[in-house]
């Protein structure tokens, strides 16, 4: 291992993945086809497009944002890593604040159950790995359109260990965003679908 991140951050990482990839594995437990895809609106997404966006993100910030990290500039003098850190595991899951995902990360709700959760669950072992061999997760920032909107523009950028933090923070806000799914009124019941999907 390289990593110089403090033990207790890397910790507190790594239960949270474990903790999320859970979460997302209880909620999508036995989805039968009616209520992988079920929609209570036009608007709003099914199980299945909140899965595959989730997946999107995450590969996102492991290719294009990873790679940019490990050329950005240093965290500006007298950040404060650990309010950022808080902030995000409290405000990025929060469904209050609206936000809408920009196009090229609009998910087309056409992925099985199945195949999403294999990447999803080989993205948390990426994810996990980053962490575990990247010696300067604190040493560079990017700018972070989520942070910005969170805070009304007070943070903007991120590190590379707060990237992967909102990565699973983003996903817990989807898990929940499935839980309102399953809790309205017209969502399928297990009798009156299909079979339960692999």
């Given at each position: ?156 950028t991120m590190d590379a260990y707060q990237w992967a ?34």
């Amino acid at each position: 291992m390289t990593t110089t991140l403090p033990i207790p951050d890397l910790e507190q990482a790594r239960q949270y993945f474990a903790r999320t990839r859970n979460r997302v594995l209880e909620v999508t437990k036995g989805l039968t086809d009616a209520q992988w895809k079920f929609k209570p609106a036009p608007d709003r997404w099914s199980s299945a497009q909140n899965l595959e966006h989730m997946v999107i993100v995450q590969e996102r910030v492991l290719g294009p944002i990873r790679e940019q990290l490990s050329q950005a500039p240093p965290p500006p003098a007298g950040s404060d890593t650990r309010k950022i850190d808080a902030i995000i595991l409290e405000k990025i899951p929060d469904r209050s604040v609206k936000a809408k995902a920009p196009e090229f990360l609009e998910p087309s709700g056409e992925w099985s159950l199945g195949a999403t959760l294999e990447r999803l669950n080989r993205n948390y072992e990426r994810l996990s790995d980053f962490l575990d061999s990247t010696p300067d997760l604190r040493e560079h920032v990017l700018e972070s359109p989520p942070l910005r909107i969170v805070t009304n523009g007070e943070f903007t950028t991120m590190d590379a260990y707060q990237w992967a933090l909102t990565v699973v923070a983003h996903d817990e806000r989807h898990v929940r965003q499935i839980e309102e799914l399953k809790a309205d009124p017209r969502y399928p019941s297990a009798a009156s679908g299909a079979a339960a999907m692999a």
